[in-house]
């Protein structure tokens, strides 16, 4: 049975919450809005180094960031897992073992596509004319892993910021 309560107009309302733990019982697929609208921000979170993966992971949980993570080992996963969670933020390594950060980007922008998020490039090292190409795609934040786990959970809590001030 849904829980809920009545509205001013005697109709019964459903939380979003209880909504979702009905279907999940049911067996029956979740809405992506209602699986992620917790009002938590979602973060996917791609990268093919599973020892930087797990720190990575493990810094953002220990840190006082407020999200949902999501993760993918490599650009297709990366771009199912966009597709289905529609992010607030994605992390994307720039190197990766079937697509780079631009061929991810560049599937992400086609026509037709909507992307409404913030984009992080980390990376271990890159063209210099990855830069310029990866600014013109949007990206505002690249990060080298050299820097530290800190400066990326920086990164995140600037760019998830500056989603809430837009």
Same mark, same amino acid.
């Given at each position: *049975?849904?829980?809920?309560?009545?509205t001013?107009?005697?109709?019964?309302?459903?939380e979003?919450?209880?909504?979702?733990?009905?279907?999940?019982?049911?067996? &029956?697929?979740?809405?992506?809005?209602l699986?992620f609208?917790?009002?938590?921000?979602?973060?996917?979170?791609?990268?093919?180094?599973?020892?930087?993966?797990?720190?990575?992971?493990?810094?953002?949980?220990?840190?006082?960031?407020?999200?949902?993570?999501?993760?993918?080992?490599?650009?297709?996963?990366?771009?199912?897992?966009?597709?289905?969670?529609?992010?607030?933020?994605?992390?994307?390594?720039?190197?990766?073992?079937?697509?780079?950060?631009?061929?991810?980007?560049?599937?992400?922008?086609?026509?037709?596509?909507?992307?409404?998020?913030?984009?992080?490039?980390?990376?271990?090292? &890159?063209?210099?004319?990855?830069?310029?190409?990866?600014?013109? *795609?949007?990206?505002?934040?690249?990060?080298?892993?050299?820097?530290?786990?800190?400066?990326?959970?920086?990164? *995140?809590?600037?760019?998830?910021?500056?989603?809430?001030?837009?």
């Open positions: *049975m849904l829980k809920g309560h009545k001013p107009t005697g109709r019964r309302r459903v979003a919450d209880d909504l979702a733990a009905f279907l999940r019982e049911h067996d &029956m697929s979740v809405p992506r809005e699986e609208g917790n009002g938590t921000d979602t973060v996917v979170v791609v990268e093919d180094d599973p020892g930087y993966l797990r720190a990575l992971v493990l810094t953002i949980e220990n840190s006082d960031l407020d999200v949902e993570l999501v993760e993918a080992t490599n650009g297709v996963d990366g771009l199912l897992e966009i597709g289905r969670v529609q992010p607030s933020l994605i992390v994307l390594d720039y190197t990766l073992p079937d697509l780079n950060a631009p061929q991810v980007l560049q599937r992400l922008l086609e026509p037709g596509r909507k992307l409404d998020a913030e984009i992080i490039v980390v990376t271990g090292g &890159m063209p210099q004319a990855a830069t310029a190409q990866l600014k013109d *795609m949007g990206v505002k934040v690249i990060v080298n892993k050299s820097e530290g786990m800190p400066a990326v959970v920086d990164a *995140m809590r600037q760019a998830l910021q500056r989603r809430k001030v837009a």
